[in-house]
C-alpha cells in the first residue's frame, strides 16, 4: 500500500514539473507513456549536451579566460554558449555591430592588450555601445531566450532607453538592482534556465532587479521612465524638467508603493505604461488620475487627482492658495467640482492646454513649478487660459 500511495504521488506530481517554455509537445510526450513497474524501468538517459559552434566555443574561451574578477561579464562558459548562440555571427574580418564576431575581437584584444576595463565591457553579453547597443543587445537575447513583453525590437529598444544604466557590467555586482545591467545578466542566464531568469529580466522590475523595500524613488530615475513611455499624445510632462519640478514636489513615498499619493506609485505606473501606455500614463501624471492618491470618497466626491492638485499648488503658489482657500480642505471640495477630478479622467498634456478643466489647472501647475512664472500660477486657480 505504501508503495501505490508514492507511485501516484509521483505521477500527480509528474506534469506539474514541467517547466512552460517546454512546450505542448514535452508534455503531449509525457501523457502518452504507458505505466512501467519502476523496478523494470531502465534509467534515463542522459541528455545530449548542446552543440556549440566553433566560434561561440572560441570566444567564450576567450572572455571567461581573459574577463575575471571585477571584469567578469558571464557568470558561466554556459551562459556565454547560450548568449552567443542568439547572436548574429558577424564577419571576423571586419567584427562589428551587435555580433559575435565583435565580442569575439574585444575579447581577444583584453588578452592580448591587457586593457580588461577597456575591452571586457564590449565582450560581454550587452556590447556596451562598441559591439552595438546595451538595449539592442538586451532586446535581441529577451526576444531568443524569453517570450517577448513587446511586439518588435524596434519596441523594446525604445522603452529600454527608460531603464537606468549603470554603466559597466558586472555579472556579481549587477546580480540585482533596477537596472538595465542587472536585466542583462539575468537575460544572459535565461538563455540557459529561462523558467527561472525570463522573469528576473523583464522591462517591469523584477526581483532581483529591484531597488530594496523601502527605498525612496529619485526623481531622475522617475522622469527618465515616464518621459520614455509616456510621450507624443501620451505625454504627461511637457519637459524632463518640468517632471523634475513636479516630482520634486511630491511626497517620495517608497518603490514598492501602488495606490499612495507619492513618487514611488508614479513610478511604478511608468513602468506599467512601457507594456500598457494608454491605460497608465494618466497614472504617471501630476494629479496621479485617481490612481495614486486618496480612493474616491463617494460622500464627499474627492479623488487623488484634487489631493494631488492642492498639494502641488501649496508648492508652487502658495501665496495663492491661502488667498483663494481657507484650507486645504476647501481646496479639495472646490476642485471636486471640476471637470477632470474624476477617477480616470485620463489627464495628458496634449488635451489639457485651455478650459475650466482641472487638467488645464494641473498643466500650469507644472509650469509655474518649472518657471516659478506668477501668470502660470493664476491660471491654476482658473484664470486666463483655465477659465
Known amino acids: 500500500?505504501?508503495?501505490?500511495?508514492?507511485?501516484?504521488?509521483?505521477?500527480?506530481?509528474?506534469p506539474l514539473a514541467i517547466a512552460p517554455w517546454m512546450g505542448c509537445h514535452a508534455i503531449a510526450g509525457i501523457e502518452d507513456?504507458?505505466?512501467?513497474d519502476p523496478g523494470q524501468q531502465e534509467p534515463e538517459p542522459e541528455p545530449e549536451p548542446t552543440e556549440v559552434s566553433e566560434q561561440c566555443?572560441?570566444?567564450?574561451?576567450?572572455?571567461?579566460e581573459s574577463c575575471t574578477g571585477?571584469?567578469?561579464?558571464?557568470?558561466?562558459?554556459?551562459?556565454?554558449?547560450?548568449?552567443?548562440?542568439?547572436?548574429?555571427a558577424g564577419d571576423p574580418l571586419e567584427p562589428v555591430g551587435n555580433t559575435v564576431a565583435c565580442r569575439a575581437h574585444q575579447a581577444d584584444l583584453a588578452g592580448r592588450t591587457g586593457e580588461v576595463g577597456v575591452h571586457c565591457p564590449p565582450a560581454g553579453p550587452g556590447g556596451a555601445g562598441v559591439c552595438g547597443s546595451d538595449c539592442e543587445a538586451y532586446c535581441a537575447l529577451r526576444a531568443g531566450a524569453c517570450t517577448p513583453e513587446l511586439s518588435t525590437q524596434e519596441q523594446c529598444v525604445a522603452m529600454c532607453a527608460g531603464l537606468t544604466d549603470a554603466g559597466r557590467l558586472h555579472v556579481i555586482e549587477d546580480h540585482d538592482g533596477d537596472t538595465l545591467q542587472c536585466r542583462l545578466v539575468h537575460v544572459s542566464s535565461a538563455t540557459v534556465d529561462p523558467e527561472e531568469h525570463?522573469?528576473?529580466?523583464?522591462?517591469?522590475?523584477?526581483?532581483?532587479?529591484?531597488?530594496?523595500?523601502?527605498?525612496?524613488?529619485?526623481?531622475?530615475?522617475?522622469?527618465?521612465?515616464?518621459?520614455t513611455s509616456c510621450s507624443g499624445e501620451l505625454a504627461v510632462y511637457e519637459s524632463m524638467d518640468q517632471c523634475l519640478a513636479v516630482c520634486a514636489a511630491l511626497p517620495p513615498g517608497a518603490v514598492e508603493d501602488r495606490t499612495e499619493n507619492t513618487v514611488g506609485c508614479r513610478k511604478y505606473h511608468a513602468y506599467s505604461a512601457m507594456l500598457a501606455p494608454a491605460t497608465h500614463c494618466p497614472?504617471?501624471?501630476?494629479?496621479?488620475?485617481?490612481?495614486?492618491?486618496?480612493?474616491?470618497?463617494p460622500e464627499t466626491g474627492l479623488t487623488g487627482n484634487c489631493e494631488s492638485y492642492c498639494m502641488l499648488l501649496d508648492a508652487a503658489c502658495g501665496y495663492i492658495l491661502g488667498e483663494s482657500y481657507p484650507d486645504p480642505a476647501s481646496c479639495e471640495s472646490e476642485c471636486a467640482s471640476l471637470p477632470g477630478a474624476a477617477l480616470d479622467s485620463g489627464y495628458s498634456v496634449a488635451t489639457a492646454e485651455g478650459g475650466d478643466a482641472l487638467a488645464c489647472r494641473l498643466l500650469y501647475l507644472g509650469r509655474a513649478l518649472e518657471t516659478g512664472d506668477p501668470?502660470?500660477?493664476?491660471?491654476?486657480?482658473?484664470?486666463?487660459?483655465c477659465q
Do not use: I, N, W
Open 1 to 14: 500500500m505504501r508503495r501505490m500511495k508514492g507511485l501516484l504521488s509521483l505521477m500527480l506530481l509528474a
Open 33 to 36: 507513456r504507458t505505466y512501467v
Open 57 to 64: 566555443a572560441a570566444y567564450c574561451a576567450a572572455v571567461m
Open 70 to 88: 571585477e571584469h567578469q561579464v558571464y557568470a558561466t562558459v554556459a551562459t556565454c554558449h547560450g548568449v552567443c548562440a542568439l547572436l548574429e
Open 198 to 227: 525570463c522573469k528576473h529580466s523583464s522591462l517591469m522590475p523584477m526581483e532581483p532587479c529591484v531597488e530594496p523595500r523601502g527605498s525612496a524613488p529619485d526623481c531622475e530615475g522617475f522622469c527618465q521612465v515616464v518621459m
Open 283 to 297: 497614472h504617471a501624471g501630476p494629479g496621479g488620475d485617481g490612481h495614486c492618491g486618496s480612493a474616491h470618497e
Open 375 to 385: 501668470e502660470a500660477c493664476l491660471a491654476a486657480v482658473g484664470d486666463g487660459p
